[in-house]
């Protein structure tokens, strides 16, 4: 009883939370120090599981995707996260804006202008680099990775998170929780469930820290090129801190007053920009491109979905490796993503949630990569910027503020396209810090916020191992840690959606928790 009271008493559950800052520490001090040795291992440890487990990789995103779809137009659908009777906390608007700045981030504006480009230099199905075909499969492969797949990944924990919280109402939003019905009390109270939750610890504070430093040089070339600056490491840690400031705010005041209002707004700036590229820029040939894209997506959607270079005896083309990368990457962050979902979902049905997560944040991102893409790929074919030229013999990221630079009012755009990043990047990492705190705390995560106090706590702790490893160059390891570590989430992923169906089969939820569960009740009571 006393240890109990303690724990009431503490802001942070020590036991799962110091051991993987620790191993974070572990991991970052001694592999930067030592940043080419590291990689060397690291890499080669994970092209091994990268060449053998490929086609696992693919058919793993498939079948989180089947199992969304199965989960939604089956009985499970239709069970509401909460009380059947209460309305959504969020509007339709809000839900999605919030779950496409959580699922999309900052990363689709680096894609969206730029993935093409890798494509269209390394082509898939014998096309020849530098053509048509290519420059096509190269922005529906962009459209690719922002599509189904990738978001069915970020979603299928929720069901079971949502339950657990919203429907049983057990106070600790954590994975070890949502496994309870299968593993028993002895194994979620004692080491087994410390070890799971460690695990999603370890994943999501390595992962937002790599997010964090990939993150900045969206905005730091686009301002280096406006006030004609060179991107140092001062620029950097400014813009950081900046960063820092933001989303402690937007964490300090909460979902409702932080999150969702910079969500929304920032789909709002998103959208006049993108109208302001299409009117001031070539919107016609962005409108033709971006239709010739979805046709290219559309007829190619299987063979990318399937793609494993098979018949490549020399080294896979950009796109069989990036996609595998890109699907372990994802599932670093699939925990996150599916338990803050879970905290946003409460009134939404099981359908709701999982087809709003599918389709918000795809349409988004398509939109976003054609014309983002449109207009490099403009650019590349008038010649006003050598688009394929730059990505290869200058840092990539180089290439983005002298596409935006092409266009009318240039200081304008490139101004607006930083600001739109750095807003993505704050909700989230806004979202990553309050997850990570409600993950940690001790408060009843069913009738609580976590602590404002220990949102920013997680915030400086992140910002502070990205700026020290970006200080001495070691990010490279750690990302390719956070993506060796989906390999566990993997397995967790699968064992919640057993949890979600086997917790809801003992509640006979789509019975009892559904809305107008009288009606369903004695419907059920006449048929029977």
């Given at each position: 009883m006393e240890t109990k009271n303690r724990d009431k008493g503490r802001l942070i559950d020590y036991r799962i939370f110091v051991p993987s800052l620790l191993v974070i520490i572990a991991i970052s001090v001694p592999f930067s120090l030592y940043e080419e040795r590291a990689l060397t291992v690291l890499e080669g440890t994970f092209n091994i599981i990268v060449d053998v487990f490929s086609w696992g990789y693919i058919w793993y995103a498939i079948i989180l995707l089947a199992a969304g779809l199965y989960l939604s137009f089956s009985k499970f659908g239709q069970v509401v996260l909460g009380d059947p009777n209460e309305k959504p906390r969020f509007t339709l608007f809000e839900y999605a804006s919030i779950l496409i700045a959580m699922g999309v981030g900052s990363t689709i504006m680096r894609t969206g202008m730029l993935e093409w480009t890798s494509v269209a230099n390394d082509p898939p199905f014998g096309m020849e680099a530098g053509s048509t075909d290519a420059l096509l499969i190269g922005n529906a492969y962009s459209m690719f990775m922002w599509s189904f797949q990738v978001f069915a990944i970020f979603v299928m924990a929720a069901p079971a998170m949502g339950?657990?919280?919203?429907?049983?109402?057990?106070?600790?939003?954590?994975?070890?929780?949502?496994?309870?019905?299968?593993?028993?009390?002895?194994?979620?109270?004692?080491?087994?469930?410390?070890?799971?939750?460690?695990?999603?610890?370890?994943?999501?504070?390595s992962g937002a820290a790599v997010t964090l430093g990939l993150g900045t040089p969206i905005v730091t070339y686009n301002l280096s090129h406006l006030f004609n600056i060179e991107v140092t490491f001062g620029l950097t840690f400014a813009i950081t801190i900046l960063w820092v400031v933001l989303f402690s705010i937007s964490a300090y005041v909460g979902i409702d007053r932080g999150?969702?209002?910079?969500?929304?707004?920032?789909?709002?700036?998103?959208?006049?920009?993108?109208?302001?590229?299409m009117a001031a820029g070539p919107g016609v040939f962005i409108l033709d491109y971006f239709t010739e894209s979805v046709a290219s997506l559309t007829t190619n959607y299987v063979n990318i979905s399937l793609y494993t270079d098979s018949l490549a005896m020399e080294q896979a083309s950009h796109m069989q490796s990036?996609?595998?990368?890109?699907?372990?990457?994802?599932?670093?962050?699939?925990?996150?993503?599916?338990?803050?979902?879970?905290?946003?979902?409460q009134g939404r049905t099981i359908k709701e949630m999982i087809l709003t997560y599918l389709l918000a944040p795809t349409m988004l991102s398509w939109l976003a990569t054609g014309v983002l893409g449109g207009l490099g790929v403009h650019r590349h074919l008038t010649g006003d910027v050598p688009v394929l030229d730059l990505v290869?013999?200058?840092?990539?990221?180089?290439?983005?503020?002298?596409?935006?630079?092409?266009?009318?009012?240039?200081?304008?755009?490139?101004?607006?396209?930083?600001?739109?990043?750095?807003?993505f990047l704050t909700t989230t990492l806004d979202s990553t810090t309050y997850t990570i705190a409600a993950y940690t705390s001790t408060k009843d995560m069913s009738k609580h916020e976590p602590s404002r106090l220990l949102r920013i706590l997680v915030a400086a702790i992140i910002a502070a191992v990205a700026l020290v490893l970006m200080r001495i160059g070691g990010l490279a390891p750690l990302e390719v840690v956070s993506g060796l570590m989906g390999l566990p989430i993997i397995a967790i992923q699968f064992l919640t959606i057993y949890a979600a169906i086997k917790m809801m089969t003992q509640d006979r939820a789509w019975i009892n928790n559904v809305r107008g569960a009288e009606t369903h009740k004695s419907s059920h009571q006449k048929n029977a």
């Open positions: 339950y657990i919280l919203h429907v049983r109402k057990r106070p600790l939003m954590r994975i070890s929780e949502a496994c309870r019905c299968i593993f028993g009390d002895r194994f979620t109270d004692g080491a087994g469930g410390k070890f799971l939750d460690i695990i999603f610890l370890i994943s999501i504070l999150i969702k209002r910079l969500s929304t707004f920032n789909m709002y700036l998103a959208g006049g920009f993108a109208i302001f590229v990036n996609t595998v990368f890109w699907f372990a990457y994802s599932a670093t962050w699939a925990m996150l993503h599916s338990i803050f979902a879970a905290k946003i979902s290869q013999n200058q840092d990539e990221m180089a290439a983005i503020p002298e596409i935006l630079a092409s266009l009318p009012w240039s200081t304008l755009a490139i101004t607006v396209f930083a600001i739109v990043a750095m807003i």
